[in-house]
């Protein structure tokens, strides 16, 4: 068992959980993610399935992952290239990612904010809204 694991947290099968992250209080990590070890999640977040947490990337607490969203850490990927650079990304209290979304590198997404299933976030999302689309962009307040 991880010791940054906290036992109030479920990760289900076939998860690779790298052992320096840090993983909140009653979290629930589904089948089939991947956990870098420079990752902070929060108290109380949800990964659904499929999703790799890349090093530099933090959710908060409350936060929704929903399934196959793929998050990134390097705007200009190449293989075997030694010189990249590592681009941080910051998904805020209570915020929601819905399934198949693309979040790019450098991304802050804001306090309670929704992000609709599918879309392709570019950059940043204030708090409180919900955003659509490829690329995602606004499309209305959301109260909770």
């Not at 690779?16 to 589904?30: K, L, R, T």
């Not at 607490?61 to 010189?83: A, I, W």
């Given at each position: 068992?991880?010791?940054?694991?906290?036992?109030?947290?479920?990760?289900?099968?076939?998860?690779?959980?790298?052992?320096?992250?840090?993983?909140?209080?009653?979290?629930?990590?589904?089948?089939?993610?991947?956990?870098?070890?420079?990752?902070?999640?929060?108290?109380?977040?949800?990964?659904?399935?499929?999703?790799?947490?890349?090093?530099?990337?933090?959710?908060?607490?409350?936060?929704?992952?929903?399934?196959?969203?793929?998050?990134?850490?390097?705007?200009?990927?190449?293989?075997?290239?030694?010189?990249?650079?590592?681009?941080?990304?910051?998904?805020?209290?209570g915020a929601t990612i819905g399934?198949?979304?693309?979040?790019?590198?450098?991304?802050?997404?804001?306090?309670?904010?929704?992000?609709a299933a599918g879309s392709v976030?570019?950059?940043?999302?204030?708090?409180?809204?919900?955003?659509?689309?490829?690329?995602?962009?606004?499309?209305?307040?959301?109260?909770?």
């Open positions: 068992m991880n010791p940054n694991v906290p036992e109030s947290t479920k990760i289900w099968q076939f998860c690779v959980i790298f052992p320096e992250c840090q993983i909140g209080e009653n979290c629930n990590i589904c089948s089939h993610c991947l956990i870098e070890n420079d990752v902070k999640i929060g108290n109380n977040v949800t990964v659904k399935c499929g999703v790799q947490i890349w090093d530099g990337i933090e959710l908060e607490d409350n936060v929704m992952v929903g399934s196959n969203v793929t998050f990134t850490n390097d705007m200009y990927p190449r293989s075997k290239n030694k010189n990249w650079t590592l681009l941080k990304t910051k998904v805020c209290k399934a198949g979304s693309t979040i790019l590198p450098g991304i802050t997404i804001g306090e309670n904010a929704f992000i976030v570019t950059k940043d999302v204030p708090a409180g809204e919900l955003w659509m689309g490829n690329p995602a962009r606004f499309y209305k307040k959301v109260e909770f």
